[in-house]
Nanobody
Framework: QVQPVESGGGSVQAGGSLRLSCVYSSIGRNVVGWFRQAAGKEREGVASIVGFSTPTYTDSVLDRFFISKDNEKNILYLQMNNLIAEDTATYYC??????????????????WGRGTQVTVSS
């Protein structure tokens, strides 16, 4: 696994949508996920998926954000709908060793992208 590469960030008004993409060298059975870090705050797990398991999300994005992956193209997506100002952050994709369940714990991940900025104006 090499460093994954994010894209799709940008500026949007509250209520708008963005879709982030992350290209991996290989997803396979690895756990993959999205994290974010807002200015002055700690990094937090946003969404994670592994294999064919049900994805997991942090509470604040439930029913607004949706994670999906294309194992053939090795691309991870994060569809973000109904964005709010509190979603403003740098978003990172990450990959970790295969595991049974998805995880929002950064300790489960080894490979990290450089991040893409999402700014939501109210």
């Amino acid at each position: 696994q090499v460093q994954p590469v994010e894209s799709g960030g940008g500026s949007v008004q509250a209520g708008g949508s963005l879709r982030l993409s992350c290209v991996y060298s290989s997803i396979g059975r690895n756990v993959v996920g999205w994290f974010r870090q807002a200015a002055g705050k700690e990094r937090e797990g946003v969404a994670s998926i592994v294999g064919f398991s049900t994805p997991t999300y942090t509470d604040s994005v439930l029913d607004r954000f949706f994670i999906s992956k294309d194992n053939e193209k090795n691309i991870l997506y994060l569809q973000m709908n109904n964005l709010i100002a509190e979603d403003t952050a740098t978003y990172y994709c990450a990959a970790g060793a295969p595991r049974r369940w998805p995880s929002l714990d950064s300790g489960a991940y080894t490979y990290w992208g450089r991040g893409t900025q999402v700014t939501v104006s109210s």
